[in-house]
């Protein structure tokens, strides 16, 4: 099967993937963040206005990268924002970011975990996780944290695309084949994307940062939890949050009614966008 999978990748060309533009000289990560920050909040935007949730208020982004989005949100008139990441790696470059566009008094890069965060209880007006509930390794531990660090009447606007999104796999810097995690094993899936990767600049990197290695030695794709609606929901229902907000953005307009289907909605919904109050 892997060589199959191989053959058939050839014939889908990548979706645009910040890694693949770094490494062409186009935009850094970070940039790339930026660029598409309004994009992260759209879905919001039918719900709250930016002002709502940004203006003079103390934020919380968790998941930031580089901080291209965080910086922008920055951007939109907090009073502070803080971007919580896991890899210190990104911390240089976020810091210049926000130095490139005068917000460095604004933001603070933060090493640290979701699930066991480094500030006070009620820090925050607002939490934002953008594509963030799909890789934590423990989410119902970090929507407890976000419950804990957000001030009374705070909200967490939280919004990921389900596993089984065409690209649920997050491996399309170099594989473009949509729903490829239904075609084929995970096994199949690592020997692939190892091949796919191994001689590019920061090849190595994109796998120590996808893959790592169980108790009985065998690889699994660490990155990503499989979060599904269903797990989702079922999160959500036993926190203490009140769903301010819940829609599921189907893929394309044309799957509107069978995306609202529960076995295939799975498959045919882009995005869970919800708005949570304390």
Not at 114 to 120: G, H, I
Not at 247 to 260: C, D, G
């Amino acid at each position: 099967m892997y060589k199959v999978c191989m053959a058939i990748n050839k014939l889908f060309k990548l979706p645009v993937h910040p890694f693949n533009l770094h490494n062409e000289g186009k935009k850094t990560y970070a940039q790339w963040q930026y660029e598409k920050g309004i994009d992260t909040i759209k879905f919001y935007l039918k719900h709250n206005t930016a002002d709502e949730m940004f203006k003079d208020k103390v934020v919380l982004d968790i998941g930031c990268g580089a901080g291209g989005k965080t910086v922008y949100y920055a951007s939109l008139g907090v009073k502070k924002i803080r971007g919580l990441e896991i890899l210190e790696k990104y911390r240089e470059e976020a810091e210049n970011l926000a130095k490139a566009h005068n917000l460095a008094d604004k933001f603070e890069f933060v090493r640290g975990d979701a699930a066991d965060m480094p500030f006070e209880d009620e820090t925050f007006d607002t939490i934002i996780m953008n594509d963030a509930m799909e890789h934590v390794d423990k989410p119902e531990k970090v929507i407890e944290e976000c419950y804990r660090v957000l001030k009374k009447d705070g909200r967490l606007y939280l919004n990921f695309p389900p596993y089984n999104h065409p690209y649920g796999a997050h491996l399309s810097d170099a594989v473009g084949i949509p729903w490829v995690h239904v075609f084929f094993s995970e096994k199949t899936l690592i020997k692939a994307y190892k091949e796919l990767v191994k001689d590019l600049p920061d090849g190595q990197d994109r796998i120590d940062f996808r893959i790592s290695k169980k108790e009985d030695g065998s690889e699994y794709f660490s990155y990503i939890n499989k979060m599904s609606i269903k797990r989702a929901n079922k999160i959500l229902q036993n926190s203490k949050f009140h769903l301010e907000y819940y829609k599921e953005e189907p893929l394309r307009s044309f799957f509107k009614y069978p995306a609202k289907l529960p076995f295939l909605k799975e498959f045919l919904v882009k995005m869970v966008v919800c708005v949570l109050k304390k």
